[in-house]
């Protein structure tokens, strides 16, 4: 059977039957490419993608929001501290020698106690001395008094002139001046007998001491010093401007310096103000405590309250100088959050700027976080302060 050609314009006849293998060559690479491209799309549909990672928390931390709270009001001061009277107790009677010193610096006395002796040989000899006069005394005024009976009851028969009638009746009235004159030495050397005993004329303390045994004193001399029934007060140096804050009756927080912190009531608001430092004194009536007259002492007088936004001091931190909290968002990441702060009471600081109120915050473990870290939260209660509570000034504030 003759083969069939094909021919191509300016080219040799080409076999038929060449031509269809090349043809049928062709498509069975077509097919096979569509059977890769088919497998490879089922393969890619059986390859499931990765489940994303869940971001892990930081730490676990307690939040809390600010709470609002009654603080008192308050106006800082310094002063020293001042017994709040001194009594000095001295000699009355003039060139005694003390024979014994019963009381010491420090001693508590009550009223009466006795404090020093003096000898008083001399002084019972003269009131020996006074007693025997007195007796003499006694005796002429009872002759004189007989002689002026005698006088008055012979005056009616003339025996006796006018002139020696009046001499009796003068000598008895000047015998019995006499008596009444040695009576008041007799009791004025008593009195001075019990002047011997120095006594202590109030309760109180035993501030100074000067009396020595053996010493001849003079009258008017200090012997000792005595702090009025142990009572203290508080002088402090108050600006003008904040005096009209304060009134008597007040409260007042001190904390002197080498002594435990003590309470006290403000007394008496001083009339004038110094012309020089433009303050004014305020004496303050202090509780019982640890502290000394001559201490200097810093204090706040509690004028009123007001009301605050408050934290716990575990939830602010400071870093360079400057105060921050961890806000939690609703994501549970933290943000570093800068805030103004004032006093402190108890546990509790106050926010003053800086912070929304409904805000919630880290209360503990701040000081392991960053800004932006993940935390896991449980909240923590609040618990505001007692509006009674002392306030203390963060950094200068008042």
Same mark, same amino acid.
């Given at each position: 059977m003759?083969?069939?050609?094909?021919?191509?314009?300016?080219?040799?006849?080409v076999?038929?039957?060449?031509v269809?293998?090349?043809?049928?060559?062709?498509?069975?690479?077509?097919?096979?490419?569509?059977?890769?491209?088919?497998?490879?799309?089922?393969?890619?549909t059986?390859?499931?993608?990765?489940?994303?990672?869940?971001?892990?928390?930081?730490?676990?931390v307690?939040?809390?929001?600010?709470?609002?709270?009654?603080?008192?009001?308050?106006?800082?001061?310094?002063g020293?501290?001042?017994?709040?009277?001194?009594?000095?107790?001295g000699?009355?009677?003039?060139?005694?020698?003390l024979?014994?010193?019963?009381?010491q610096?420090?001693?508590?006395?009550k009223?009466?106690?006795?404090?020093a002796?003096?000898?008083? =040989? /001399? +002084?019972? $000899? @003269? *009131?020996a001395?006074?007693r025997?006069?007195?007796?003499?005394?006694? &005796?002429?005024?009872?002759? #004189?008094?007989?002689?002026?009976?005698?006088?008055?009851?012979?005056?009616?028969s003339?025996?006796?002139?006018a002139?020696?009638?009046?001499?009796?009746?003068?000598?008895?009235?000047?015998?019995?001046a006499?008596?009444?004159?040695?009576?008041?030495?007799?009791a004025?050397?008593?009195?001075?007998?019990?002047?011997?005993?120095?006594?202590a004329?109030?309760?109180?303390?035993?501030?100074?001491?000067?009396?020595?045994?053996?010493a001849?004193?003079?009258?008017?001399?200090?012997?000792?010093?005595?702090?009025?029934?142990?009572?203290?007060?508080?002088?402090? =140096? /108050? +600006?003008? $401007? @904040? *005096?009209?804050q304060?009134?008597?009756?007040?409260?007042?927080?001190? &904390?002197?310096?080498?002594? #435990?912190?003590?309470?006290?009531?403000?007394?008496?608001?001083?009339?004038t103000?110094?012309?020089?430092?433009?303050?004014?004194l305020?004496?303050?009536?202090?509780?019982?405590?640890?502290?000394?007259?001559?201490?200097?002492?810093?204090?706040?007088?509690?004028?009123?309250?007001?009301?605050?936004?408050?934290?716990?001091?575990?939830?602010?931190?400071?870093?360079?100088?400057?105060?921050?909290?961890?806000?939690?968002g609703?994501?549970?990441?933290?943000q570093?959050?800068?805030v103004?702060?004032?006093?402190?009471?108890?546990?509790?600081?106050?926010?003053?700027?800086?912070?929304?109120?409904?805000a919630?915050?880290?209360?503990?473990?701040a000081?392991?976080?960053?800004?932006?870290?993940?935390?896991?939260?449980?909240?923590?209660?609040?618990?505001?302060?007692?509006?009674?509570?002392?306030?203390?000034?963060?950094?200068?504030?008042?």
């Amino acid at each position: 059977m003759p083969q069939l050609a094909t021919r191509l314009p300016g080219r040799p006849p080409v076999p038929l039957a060449r031509v269809v293998a090349a043809q049928g060559a062709a498509v069975s690479v077509l097919v096979l490419l569509a059977a890769g491209a088919g497998a490879t799309r089922a393969a890619d549909t059986s390859v499931k993608p990765a489940a994303p990672v869940a971001a892990k928390a930081a730490l676990t931390v307690t939040v809390t929001s600010p709470a609002p709270a009654a603080w008192p009001q308050v106006v800082a001061a310094n002063g020293s501290i001042f017994a709040w009277q001194e009594a000095s107790v001295g000699a009355e009677s003039p060139g005694w020698r003390l024979a014994e010193v019963r009381a010491q610096v420090g001693d508590v006395v009550k009223r009466g106690q006795v404090l020093a002796i003096f000898a008083t =040989e /001399v +002084a019972e $000899a @003269d *009131l020996a001395q006074l007693r025997a006069a007195l007796a003499e005394a006694e &005796a002429l005024l009872a002759e #004189a008094t007989a002689n002026a009976n005698r006088a008055r009851d012979l005056q009616p028969s003339g025996v006796l002139s006018a002139q020696q009638t009046q001499q009796l009746l003068t000598a008895e009235r000047t015998a019995a001046a006499r008596l009444e004159a040695q009576r008041a030495a007799l009791a004025a050397q008593q009195i001075r007998l019990k002047q011997a005993q120095v006594l202590a004329p109030d309760h109180g303390i035993i501030s100074a001491r000067s009396a020595t045994v053996g010493a001849v004193v003079q009258p008017g001399q200090e012997l000792f010093r005595l702090i009025r029934q142990g009572r203290l007060e508080w002088r402090a =140096e /108050v +600006a003008a $401007a @904040d *005096l009209a804050q304060i009134k008597p009756g007040h409260n007042v927080r001190i &904390a002197p310096v080498g002594a #435990a912190a003590t309470t006290g009531r403000v007394r008496m608001v001083a009339p004038t103000v110094d012309a020089t430092t433009r303050n004014g004194l305020v004496f303050v009536d202090l509780g019982s405590g640890a502290a000394k007259a001559g201490m200097f002492a810093r204090g706040e007088f509690e004028t009123g309250h007001v009301q605050a936004l408050t934290l716990p001091q575990t939830a602010v931190l400071q870093r360079e100088g400057f105060s921050y909290v961890f806000r939690v968002g609703t994501d549970s990441k933290v943000q570093q959050v800068k805030v103004n702060v004032g006093r402190r009471v108890g546990d509790r600081i106050e926010i003053t700027g800086g912070l929304d109120p409904a805000a919630r915050v880290v209360a503990q473990g701040a000081g392991f976080l960053g800004d932006g870290d993940l935390v896991r939260v449980v909240e923590a209660a609040t618990s505001p302060p007692s509006p009674t509570a002392a306030a203390t000034p963060a950094g200068t504030k008042k």
